[in-house]
């Protein structure tokens, strides 16, 4: 049995191993934080532009859109900072690099996360100024309470992205190659997550709010702590909170189903 500390100490290593990869190639890091700035800014100036012609949707301002979305880019980006390698498992199953992650004494799917690499939290960086921004915009009023509410948001957001991720991996253990799959939950998030889900129709609520619950992320909370009353008339407020137990939830279920994935899987012979 690895102790924890034995863990812990791996991915302390992980993460010098990312610092030691950045500082030798600074011109990559700049360049892909140059394009953060750019995917993101795009995706902002699409909401603008949208609502510049639809000033107000079903009672969420510009502002308030604005929050929306970088409520989300916070956990969303935090998630791809802890958990972004997940995405990698369909790749290591099928050219059998998966394989040896099973001989060795860490867990598999640890060694899978803690994967050495290109990976370094500026986009997460980015996201808190984005959200200071937000906030400042649509003046939250920050109390205790609200702080609270914050904090646990950021921190499920990341946890249903991550464990959402590790459903669609750990398929691979069936279906070898999940492009297709991998490119449908991903749109789903990063397009619809963008703007209120009360201006969609029934389908895609329940989609994004219990199916996939990406409406936790961001949606949900964001009507309390913008005090959507309108949309409060349709989806009870208690949802804001609920957070932390979906994310929990899907935390439980998501390492059920890899556990059962890992029992059945027998390699691909490459």
């Known amino acids: 049995m690895v102790s924890a500390a034995r863990y812990w100490d791996a ?153 959402v991720q590790l459903v669609v991996a750990t398929l691979s253990f069936w279906v070898i190659r999940l492009d297709a799959l991998r490119w449908v939950v991903m749109s789903l998030e990063n397009d619809f997550t963008r703007f209120p889900l009360s201006m969609y129709n029934r389908a895609v609520r329940i989609i994004l709010g219990y199916v996939f619950p990406f409406a936790f992320m961001n949606y949900f909370p964001a009507t309390v702590l913008l005090h959507k009353t309108a949309d409060a008339a349709q989806f009870n407020p208690a949802l804001g909170w609920m957070a932390p137990l979906v994310a929990a939830i899907w935390a439980a279920g998501s390492l059920t189903f890899w556990r059962i994935g890992l029992n059945r899987y027998q390699g691909t012979g490459s």
């Open 11 to 163: 991915y302390k290593e992980v993460w010098r191993l990312n610092v030691l990869t950045l500082m030798e190639y600074k011109a990559n890091f700049f360049i892909w934080l140059l394009f953060t700035l750019v995917y993101h800014g795009v995706a902002l100036a699409a909401i603008w532009v949208i609502l510049t012609k639809f000033p107000s949707l079903n009672g969420w301002q510009r502002t308030d859109v604005f929050f929306l979305y970088a409520l989300w880019m916070v956990g969303h980006t935090l998630n791809n900072s802890l958990f972004f390698m997940v995405g990698d498992v369909p790749d290591a199953v099928r050219e059998g690099r998966f394989d040896r992650m099973l001989v060795r004494p860490l867990d598999s799917l640890f060694q899978i996360m803690a994967q050495p690499g290109q990976n370094f939290p500026d986009d997460f960086f980015v996201s808190i100024i984005v959200f200071g921004i937000a906030a400042a915009l649509v003046h939250l009023q920050w109390t205790p309470l609200v702080a609270l509410l914050v904090v646990m948001t950021i921190l499920s957001a990341a946890v249903i992205d991550g464990a």
